[in-house]
């Protein structure tokens, strides 16, 4: 199982930013999938969740941190997952992956990650 998550870097508060994850090793079309990040300090923590499609496309959940300016997606014909990330605040900055599963992380090892860093 590979996760190769790209995209990130420096932008400026209010900024916006999309992250992709690319994966490999498993089905996955077939695997809800989870952004997590890691901010300097602080315990890894999920984010963004996107279940499988379904019948009426697939279902998203997010912290309440995040929730109206991050749109999770997927691409199961590419095995993507990708994360825009609009109005960006100081606090987003972190070290940004993503792994599948809705309620834990179901692979290891987990990928490089991306680091976003919200700064003037």
């Known amino acids: 199982v590979q996760f190769v998550e790209s995209g990130g870097g420096l932008v400026q508060p209010g900024g916006s930013v999309k992250l992709s994850c690319v994966t490999s090793g498993f089905t996955f079309s077939r695997f809800p999938m989870t952004w997590y990040r890691q901010a300097p300090g602080k315990e890894i923590e999920p984010i963004a969740k996107i279940s499988e499609d379904g019948d009426d496309g697939p279902r998203a959940d997010y912290i309440d941190d995040v929730k109206g300016r991050f749109t999770i997606s997927r691409d199961d014909a590419e095995n993507m997952v990708s994360l825009q990330m609009n109005s960006l605040k100081f606090e987003d900055t972190a070290v940004y992956y993503c792994?599948?599963?809705?309620?834990?992380?179901?692979?290891?090892?987990w990928g490089q990650g991306t680091q976003v860093t919200v700064s003037l």
């Open positions: 792994n599948a599963g809705w309620k834990k992380a179901l692979f290891n090892p």
